[in-house]
Every structure is written in structure tokens, then in C-alpha cells.
């Protein structure tokens, strides 16, 4: 079966600091993966998706990057973090039938 | 533009009372429309799809066109009902947009 991992569970970086949240999927091959955030008011923000190695989408212009080395891995990194970017980060891969997975998330806390 | 609106950022009920979790859209075309549940402590997972015309866990939704809504109900919430709820189509591009979602209370 297929399972969704994330890490670190939570996280408390100053500002300026670097980011590097990891998300690895296991059970399917070439999934389409999604990271999004999730912040208070906000909803769930749609940040990044990738159909495939090395290929990645943005959907909103911030001072996050995300970069898939391997199949079944997604990386959102941050070279020097913002007050802003505290939130929940989730990440998700796509079924065969829209369905989206999601894996347990980050939270992330920026002081 | 496209999108897809929940209204209702905190809605309360009660137990046994009816509940329905608004969602309108806006799309010209035919919207492929999801609900989404997140319990405490869970992870997010889909609760339903339009064109399944399903009901789980005692919840249905129906795209309504003349209306352009998508609307969540339930006719007697219960505790376990509590959540975050969320409504989100999908783009041509297959991925999901996801609103700002609502947070359903069911009072004891």
C-alpha cells in the first residue's frame, strides 16, 4: 500500500534562517506530488506540484523553492525564511482518480 | 475567474440538529468538485466526489448548476462530525484548489 511520509513534525526557525522540509512517498511510482500550505485564515494554499523528476510548478511567487531529486521525493526549501512563512505545510501525492494523499504535515514556526 | 467559495469560515451545531457546509463555485464549464475532511489530529482525506454521488459517512452533496453550488449536508450531525471541511475542484491541469475551508463544531 502506499504511505506518505514527512519530517520534521514540527519546527521553530529564526528569521533569515534556511529551510529544508522532505517529503517521501512509498508505494507508487511517478506520482504527481504537491506541497501546500495551510495558514490560519487562509485555507490551504497550493504552493508547488511536480509531474515528475526535476520538474516543478509554482503556483504562488514567494521565497520558497521546491526541487524533486527522485522519483518519490519533494524538498521545499528556503534559503532565508520569513515572519510569513509560519504555518502548516502538507504534502501530497495524486492517485490515478484525482484523489489527493496527504501526509501528516509540518508545522512550522518562524520567531 | 475560477474558483470555488466556502463562505462559512466557523459554523456550530447541534448534536442531532441538521448540518449543511456551504460551497459555490464559479466556473464556466462542468467543475469536478471534492469535499475534504481533516479531523483532530488526522490527516486530510477526501470525503466525497461529486461525480461519485455517494454518500459517507451519512454526508451527500449535490452539484447543483441553477444554483452553482455544492453544498455538504448532513441530516443529524454527530460529535465525530467535528472538522475541518474543505471544497476544492480541479483544473484543467489536474491539480486540486482548495478554498479557505470551514470548521464545523458539533455542540453535545
Known amino acids: 500500500s502506499q504511505t506518505i511520509h514527512q519530517w520534521p513534525a514540527t519546527l521553530v526557525q529564526p528569521v533569515g534562517s534556511p529551510l529544508s522540509l522532505e517529503c517521501t512517498v512509498e508505494?507508487?511510482?511517478?506520482?504527481?506530488l504537491y506541497w501546500y500550505r495551510q495558514a490560519a485564515g487562509r485555507g490551504l494554499q497550493l504552493l508547488f506540484y511536480s509531474v515528475g523528476i526535476g520538474q516543478i510548478s509554482s503556483e504562488v511567487p514567494q521565497n520558497l523553492s521546491a526541487s524533486r531529486p527522485q522519483d518519490r521525493q519533494f524538498i521545499l526549501s528556503s534559503k532565508k525564511l520569513l515572519l510569513s512563512d509560519s504555518g502548516f505545510y502538507l504534502c501530497?501525492?495524486?492517485?490515478?482518480?484525482?484523489?489527493?494523499?496527504f501526509g501528516p504535515g509540518t508545522r512550522l514556526t518562524v520567531l | 475567474a475560477q474558483r470555488v467559495t466556502q463562505p462559512e469560515k466557523l459554523l456550530s451545531v447541534f448534536k442531532g440538529a441538521p448540518v449543511e457546509l456551504k460551497c459555490n463555485y464559479s466556473?464556466?464549464?462542468?467543475?469536478?468538485l471534492f469535499w475534504y475532511v481533516q479531523y483532530s489530529r488526522q490527516r486530510l482525506q477526501l470525503l466525497l466526489r461529486?461525480?461519485s454521488r455517494e454518500s459517507i459517512k451519512g454526508f451527500t452533496a449535490d452539484l447543483n448548476k441553477g444554483e452553482t453550488s455544492f453544498h455538504l449536508k448532513k441530516p443529524f450531525a454527530q460529535e465525530e462530525d467535528s472538522a475541518m471541511y474543505y471544497c476544492?475542484?480541479?483544473?484543467?491541469?489536474?491539480?486540486?484548489?482548495f478554498g479557505t475551508g470551514t470548521r464545523l463544531t458539533v455542540i453535545p
Open positions: 476544492p475542484w480541479r483544473t484543467g491541469a489536474n491539480n486540486l484548489f
Open positions: 508505494g507508487t511510482s511517478n506520482p504527481n
Open positions: 501530497a501525492w495524486g492517485g490515478g482518480d484525482n484523489e489527493q494523499f
Open positions: 461529486h461525480i
Open positions: 466556473y464556466s464549464g462542468s467543475p469536478e
